[in-house]
């Protein structure tokens, strides 16, 4: 870890004793360690952190987001850490060697289109594919596609957005869930199951398993809610769709809060700084919104059987860029009555939030990791789907 120019830290994180989840298709990741060994400079504090949860996602190609939370000997949760994160270009002058080359040589591009050939001749049979293109056409196509030559003028780049809670609650979102579940490791005592004959007090020891291929995946279709009355009570709804393989561990009731700080309309604040703290009574957590980023962690490091221990870190994107690009409400109100013309939904940039969570069983073990993508689809945007 540097932090500025000088290197404060460095360390070794075993997979398999960290529970360390992996999302295979973007590289996000979250994990877990006791006692960490962190630098004051993150930590804020010379007393060493009984338990750290850590949550990575992968903004971009360049970007990362990566939240560290920490709790301290008395098991209360002790410090919440952001940090954004990019990729470091190769040192100017650096040799052949010292430099990792990510572009493809020729080489490999012949090795990838013989590949390809051989899996379409698979498929198609012999004399399937198209061999009017000459090898220097097809070799130059591929080297196109994978230099990121193509066509990308539909789609849209992503920018961070410093979100706020009207934003949150301006819509239904809506999006799917990725579980990584562990079908091993019990979510409750009631989980362990019982034999014939066993009593109902005798508890059956379930081996955890080791390794990387004793996961079970999933796949859930999900709308997310916030409900705000634009004071101090909110409400966190979430309501599953279809799926297939795992379901969701955590808990899928309605989730009451209050809203104890709220600086999203705080002049004297920069807006990357401002700072939304939420407490949910019922379910013994609190949620911070700062930024980009949002996180949902247990007040205090219990597990039991009432409820599962989840945690979840969230960044918020939007396909609005700086400057011009961004849209705005230039027309007052009075205008559009006058001239009979309503104002467009379809011009508001598209908001997206990226999900890493982690939920534990009633004995400190990771049960199931998830990742999720969601969009926001605004009140107000089904009335015009509806009339297109």
């Known amino acids: 870890i540097e932090w500025g120019d000088q290197s404060v830290s460095s360390r070794k994180v075993s997979l398999e004793n960290s529970n360390t989840d992996v999302d295979s298709v973007d590289g996000s990741f979250s994990l877990d360690m006791t006692l960490p060994t962190l630098p004051a400079a993150i930590v804020g504090t010379d007393k060493l952190p009984q338990f750290l949860i850590e949550h990575n996602i992968a903004v971009n190609d360049d970007e990362r987001a990566r939240c560290l939370v920490l709790y301290g000997v008395d098991q209360a949760l002790m410090r919440i850490v952001f940090c954004h994160e990019t990729r470091v270009p190769d040192k100017p002058g650096a040799t052949a060697d010292e430099t990792p080359s990510n572009s493809l040589t020729a080489a490999d591009l012949l090795e990838m289109q013989s590949d390809v050939d051989r899996l379409v001749e698979k498929l198609t049979g012999p004399g399937g594919n198209d061999s009017s293109s000459s090898e220097e056409d097809r070799l130059k196509a591929l080297q196109s596609a994978t230099s990121g030559q193509q066509d990308n003028s539909s789609a849209q780049k992503l920018n961070k957005l410093n979100a706020n809670l009207l934003e949150l609650t301006s819509g239904v979102w809506l999006g799917?869930?990725?579980?990584?579940?562990?079908?091993?490791?019990?979510?409750?005592?009631?989980?362990?199951?019982?034999?014939?004959?066993?009593?109902?007090?005798?508890?059956?020891s379930v081996p955890v398993e080791r390794g990387f291929a004793k996961w079970s995946i999933g796949v859930q279709k999900s709308a997310w809610r916030w409900m705000w009355d634009f004071g101090e009570e909110i409400r966190q709804v979430l309501d599953f769709g279809r799926g297939m393989g795992a379901e969701f561990a955590g808990s899928a009731d309605s989730l009451p809060g209050a809203v104890c700080v709220n600086e999203g309309f705080s002049r004297r604040t920069p807006k990357h700084k401002r700072m939304v703290y939420i407490d949910w009574s019922?379910?013994?957590?609190?949620?911070?919104?700062t930024g980009s980023c949002s996180i949902q962690v247990p007040r205090y490091l219990e597990f039991d059987s009432s409820k599962p221990f989840y945690t979840e870190f969230g960044v918020y994107q939007s396909s609005a860029g700086g400057g011009d690009s961004a849209p705005s409400l230039k027309a007052p109100l009075g205008d559009e009555?006058?001239?009979?013309?309503?104002?467009?939904?379809?011009?508001?940039?598209?908001?997206?939030?990226?999900?890493?969570?982690?939920?534990?069983?009633?004995?400190?073990?990771?049960?199931?990791?998830?990742?999720?993508?969601?969009?926001?689809?605004?009140?107000?945007?089904?009335?015009?789907?509806?009339?297109?």
């Open 337 to 388: 009555e006058e001239n009979g013309e309503e104002f467009d939904m379809g011009t508001l940039p598209e908001v997206v939030c990226s999900k890493i969570s982690r939920v534990y069983n009633f004995e400190g073990l990771l049960k199931q990791g998830c990742t999720s993508f969601y969009s926001l689809n605004r009140f107000g945007a089904e009335k015009d789907d509806a009339l297109a």
């Open 176 to 204: 799917d869930l990725i579980l990584r579940d562990k079908p091993s490791v019990p979510l409750t005592p009631d989980e362990r199951g019982q034999g014939f004959g066993t009593s109902t007090k005798t508890k059956i």
């Open 282 to 289: 019922s379910g013994g957590s609190v949620s911070f919104l």
